[in-house]
């Protein structure tokens, strides 16, 4: 799988975990270098609290568009650390 927006490739892995119609990237896969955390948070009953990134990419920037759980609940803890994007983020397969 490839996370790509703007013509950049931000993570690649054939080792993503698909939960809810997401795939969540292992971090090793991803491209630091575009992601920039920030304080946006929000909480899923079953997964836990989210932490997110922006993704900066040629001076743009697309807010809230990437998230991880840092210390995702017990039914969720293979995706503890692992990141999902959104927002006009296209994922797709090689």
Known sequence: MKAIWKG???AES???INIEGNEYFPQEA????YLHKNDFHTICPWKGVAAY???KVNGDTN???AWYYPDAKPAAKEITNYVAFWRGV???EN
């Not at 991803?30 to 270098?33: G, L």
């Open 8 to 10: 950049h490739v931000l």
């Open 14 to 16: 054939d080792k993503t």
């Open 53 to 55: 990134y922006d993704i």
């Open 90 to 92: 296209e994922v797709k």
């Open 30 to 33: 991803v491209k630091s270098e």
């Open 63 to 65: 807010e809230n568009a």
